[in-house]
């Protein structure tokens, strides 16, 4: 039996969507392996997680639900995730690439000396044979690479590469609880305090739709009057150009690009972006791309999907009407 255990992230008793994308990837896999895609969910009192990832394709959960687990720690949730593979005994775990998958992915590979790949945007299994694609170089090249067949696998795949399968209702999980002991190490770094700095907008990484703004709205205030009420129209996330957050338009923690956040939304909307091959590697994974420019030779338009030689401060807030209209 060949199983992959994916990582079910969580904060605070909500799952990030990438996981239930990753739980697709995995069955997918193991129908070819001849094993079965299972999860492991790391928390506190996340028992009532199991049953929503049993929807979307996991056979068997396996649970570290501990106090200990309340909030994210490097070290203790290593070794959780290193305790359910060993009870799983997997073939390969599926991870996010997310900061915590990033993060994650790599210390559990070097405890278990496994083969690694990080940033994945394609996973293939030929009988034993696992082999992950990435783009490397601003996105100039996709590399493939083989992953060694006598090792465990650990693999981070970045977000929306695949799509969620269709949640199936009623689905009851098979569960198994492992217990964890942390030792000296895992309990020297302890969690003291949550400091919340979002403004309840969604972080780009995860989001399915992005509005993205650059240095031709001038201001804050303008990202405020012509970015903000499409995002929100579109329930999607505001991103923003390298430029536009140099200027201090928006915090670099909205910045796309090679130098900010690498995202592949479902859509992707550039407003006044020219698309410097820095902001081109971060967002040209994303499945449809629409572009707002005056200048009709701007490198963006090379990589979108739809395109508007048009003044953004005219052309979005049209945009924003004719969604609203369509909402009714």
């Known amino acids: 039996m060949s199983n992959i255990l994916v990582f079910i992230e969580q904060r605070e008793g909500i799952i990030l969507p990438a996981s239930f994308q990753l739980l697709g990837l995995a069955a997918d896999l193991a129908g070819q392996t001849g094993g079965e895609a299972q ?29 200990e687990f309340a909030s994210y720690r490097s070290a203790a949730y290593a070794t959780a995730l290193g305790a359910a593979i060993g009870a799983a005994s997997p073939t390969a775990v599926l991870l996010p690439t997310s900061s915590m998958g990033r993060d994650l992915s790599g210390r559990i590979a070097a405890k278990k000396r496994a083969a690694l790949a990080v940033d994945c945007t394609e996973v293939t299994v030929d009988g034993s044979d696992f082999s992950v694609s990435k783009t490397m170089y601003a996105g100039k090249f996709v590399a493939k690479f083989k ?8 693999i981070a795949v970045r977000s929306n590469a695949y799509a969620a399968k269709d949640p199936q209702n009623g ?6 609880n492992v217990s964890v002991s942390l030792g000296d190490v895992e309990k020297k770094v302890a969690f003291k305090e949550m400091v ?25 205030e303008n990202f405020e009057k012509v970015v903000f009420p499409l995002a929100q129209e579109l329930d999607a996330a505001v991103g923003a150009s390298r430029a536009a957050c140099d200027a201090g338009y928006q915090p670099h923690s909205r910045q796309v690009g090679l130098t900010g956040k690498v995202v592949t939304p479902a859509l ?3 407003c006044g972006i020219d698309g410097a091959i820095q902001h081109l590697a971060g967002m040209r994974g994303s499945k449809f791309i629409v572009a707002v420019n005056t200048k009709k030779e701007a490198p ?25 209209r369509l909402k009714g």
Do not use: H, W
């Open 196 to 220: 919340q700095t979002s403004s309840g907008i969604k972080d780009v990484t995860e989001a399915d739709i992005i509005v993205s703004g650059g240095r031709p709205l001038k201001s804050e």
């Open 268 to 270: 992707y909307i550039a």
């Open 39 to 67: 999860a492991c969910i790391v928390g506190s009192g996340v028992g009532a997680l199991a049953d929503k990832t049993a929807a979307y394709g996991a056979k068997k959960v396996y649970l570290v639900d501990d106090a």
């Open 300 to 324: 963006i338009f090379n990589v979108a999907t739809y395109g508007c030689v048009a003044d953004l401060f005219d052309m979005v807030p049209l945009i924003t009407e004719e969604v609203q």
């Open 147 to 154: 992953l060694a067949g006598d090792k465990l696998k650990v």
């Open 171 to 176: 689905v009851s999980a098979v569960t198994e």
